[in-house]
């Protein structure tokens, strides 16, 4: 097989491997009531801390009018609250409220232990080397 049916095969393989993950990780969200996207504020939000709206957009990778949206759905669930900065009006910062707070540290335990079983297949040499060879794909520093 030449070089050209591998990138092929491997582009299917990545392709198919994704939206494996993306059904698995979908289904687990909506148990709980939220899509994706919420699920992925939602977990940053824990993770990072209160975050501007337009760094948001660009950590979860989605479109810029999405984001609003978005908030605005989590704010009307009473997960999420805006925050504008006093010195500048501009700048809204988004913040998990108690009970998103609540919800989120509830339910991300085992959702990190299904994308965990998600990878079982792999040893764990395989899945460091599957690590290394997606950031070289995407031009990562593997440093």
């Known amino acids: 097989m030449n070089r050209t049916e591998e990138s092929l095969k491997a582009f299917v393989g990545i392709q198919r491997t994704s939206e494996t993950l ?14 994706l996207n ?14 501007p709206i337009q760094q948001i957009k660009e950590k979860i990778l989605i479109a810029s009018s999405s984001t609003t949206y978005l908030i605005d759905k989590l704010c009307e ?7 504008v900065n006093e010195q500048d009006r ?9 009970s998103g707070k609540e919800l989120i540290e ?8 299904l994308i ?9 040499n395989e899945l460091a ?3 290394f060879l997606l950031k070289k794909m995407n031009g ?4």
């Open 22 to 35: 993306d059904r698995t990780v979908r289904k687990d969200s909506r148990k709980h009531g939220l899509n």
């Open 90 to 98: 501009r700048i809204i910062r988004a913040s998990l409220t108690p």
């Open 129 to 131: 080397q599957l690590r």
């Open 106 to 113: 509830r339910i991300f335990p085992s959702h990190a232990e």
């Open 140 to 143: 990562i520093d593997n440093k």
């Open 116 to 124: 965990r079983e998600s990878f079982d297949k792999l040893s764990d």
């Open 77 to 83: 669930k009473g997960l999420v609250e805006r925050i």
């Open 38 to 51: 919420e699920f992925a504020v939602l977990e940053l939000l824990l993770n990072k801390g209160p975050q």
